[in-house]
């Protein structure tokens, strides 16, 4: 099946600091999605991407989609503690599938 | 503007029964998708309806069956719980069959003793 790694599993940072995080697979997808779910909560979409190099921002967010189409990453600038959460990468093959893929997510935890 | 809604936020259920969970897509959206999370995970996919059939099904055994409404509105059903069906359902919805952006509801967590 397909297989996705997300890293880190988990972040601590401080307040102010930028954040980095990545996907990556070994099957191409056509549209990579980026998620922050809290606890007890819906996932959140934060930014779609749907052409490899694309480079998309949403505020202090910026993800960019793999040349490869194999892979993904989000950055967050300067860190406030609203941005603790759990935050999912999630791919979606080609065609009409429906199936988003998820990882296994990053925590990220922001100390004041 | 209404965003996903699902009920109910919370339910316990014994080993062998039968539930029922509901989703009503955001305003706009036709596609439904359902997605379990046990804790610590991300979600899986289930499945996903569009015009009122399913479309595409994750590796989900026959126990998970689903309905679409006219008002595209969803039911997920669980026959024969076992312990680990125990986590939360998520739905999503979006526009077109494929569903490009997905939205999620709250979800609904289900506890099964």
């Known amino acids: 099946g397909q297989q996705l790694n997300q890293s880190p599993q988990s972040m601590f940072i401080q307040e102010g600091e930028d954040v980095s995080m990545n996907c990556t697979s070994s099957?191409?997808?056509?549209?990579w999605l980026w998620y922050k779910q809290d606890p007890g909560e819906g996932p959140v979409l934060l930014i779609a991407?749907?052409?490899?190099?694309e480079l998309t921002s949403n505020g202090r967010l910026t993800a960019q989609f793999g040349i490869t189409r194999k892979d993904s990453f989000l950055n967050i600038s300067a860190s406030i503690p609203s941005d603790v959460g759990i935050y999912f990468c999630?791919?979606?093959?080609?065609?009409?599938?429906?199936?988003?893929?998820f990882g296994q997510g990053t925590t990220l935890q922001v100390k004041p | 503007d209404a965003g996903v809604t699902q009920s109910p936020t919370h339910l316990i259920k014994t080993r062998g029964q039968q539930v029922t969970l509901r989703c009503s897509p955001k305003?706009?959206?036709?596609?439904v998708s359902w997605y379990q999370q046990a804790l610590g995970q991300g979600p899986q996919f289930i499945f996903q309806?569009?015009?009122?059939?399913?479309?595409q099904r994750g590796n989900f055994p026959d126990r998970f069956s689903g309905h679409q409404f006219p008002n595209y509105s969803s039911e997920l059903n669980v026959n024969a719980l076992l312990l680990g069906d125990s986590a939360l359902y998520l739905c999503?919805?979006?526009f077109g069959e494929g569903g490009y952006e997905q939205y999620f509801g709250p979800g609904t967590r289900l506890t099964v003793t």
């Open positions: 305003s706009g959206h036709d596609t």
């Open positions: 309806y569009y015009e009122e059939e399913e479309r």
């Open positions: 999630a791919p979606r093959g080609s065609g009409n599938t429906g199936k988003l893929i």
């Open positions: 999503a919805s979006s």
């Open positions: 099957s191409i997808f056509n549209t």
């Open positions: 991407l749907y052409k490899a190099g």
